[in-house]
């Protein structure tokens, strides 16, 4: 069983596209994250979530914008993509602050934009 | 501010060689210390953690870090490497139990034949 599941794996749009990536964690977890990791491999926490309330909301465009249905899901929308959006975006959930226990990741998304 | 040094991009050993990844953090408090292993096109997976206790850590993969306050260090260490063991190391610091990591821009562990 996956524990954090992402779909999906591959993304490959067009500039100016809107797409959206989902996230499902069966952890039962409260809190979910979304990160991104740029081409250096450079880890950035993007948003986070605690029980359907978002928490953490770092320096994102508008066009990035997550929903959170239920505390096991955490999507991320993004309005019209551009090029320097291309990225591998991670989901990742734990069980209360990712600060003491870690978190637990998704297997990624890969994002290209063209 | 936290903030998490790895020293070198990129740390090649030869396989059955001692592997040391490098780790230095700032914390004005007694920190949360975290390693994760990135393997290439996939996810990042816990490798070992230190929260309070004793400060030598073991993790899976035979893997082991020490925290050493004095150093403000975190550095991974493995016996013998393996091929296996290739991939992206990341280490992480929190200051507490809230919701942020600060990641450190990960090392690439190559391990030659």
């Known amino acids: 069983d996956t524990a954090v599941s992402q779909t999906p794996k591959y993304l490959v749009t067009q500039m100016g596209n809107d797409k959206s990536i989902k996230c499902e964690q069966n952890?039962?977890?409260?809190?979910m994250y979304w990160y991104k990791q740029d081409s250096k491999k450079f880890l950035k926490i993007m948003f986070s979530y605690n029980n359907k309330e978002l928490i953490i909301n770092e320096t994102v465009p508008n066009r990035f914008s997550p929903k959170s249905p239920d505390k096991a899901h955490l999507n991320l929308h993004i309005n019209s993509l551009e090029l320097g959006d291309s990225a591998v975006y991670f989901c990742?959930?734990?069980?209360?602050?990712?600060?003491?226990?870690?978190?637990?990741f998704g297997q990624g998304t890969r994002l290209t934009v063209v | 501010a936290q903030s998490v040094t790895q020293l070198g991009s990129h740390v090649s050993v030869s396989e059955g060689a001692l592997v040391l990844l490098r780790c230095n953090y700032s914390?004005?408090?007694?920190?949360?210390l975290f390693w994760y292993v990135q393997y290439p096109n996939q996810g990042l997976q816990l490798l070992l953690k230190y929260t309070t206790g004793a400060t030598l850590v073991k993790g899976i993969n035979g893997f082991e870090a020490e925290f050493k306050k004095s150093e403000t260090s975190f550095h991974l260490t493995k016996p013998s490497a393996h091929m296996s063991d290739a991939a992206e190391y990341f280490c992480?610091?929190?200051?507490?139990?809230?919701?942020?990591?600060?990641w450190g821009a990960g090392t690439k562990l190559i391990i030659k034949p």
């Open positions: 992480a610091v929190s200051q507490d139990s809230n919701y942020q990591l600060i």
């Open positions: 990742a959930s734990s069980p209360s602050g990712q600060g003491r226990l870690g978190a637990f």
């Open positions: 914390s004005s408090v007694p920190p949360y």
């Open positions: 952890l039962g977890h409260d809190t």
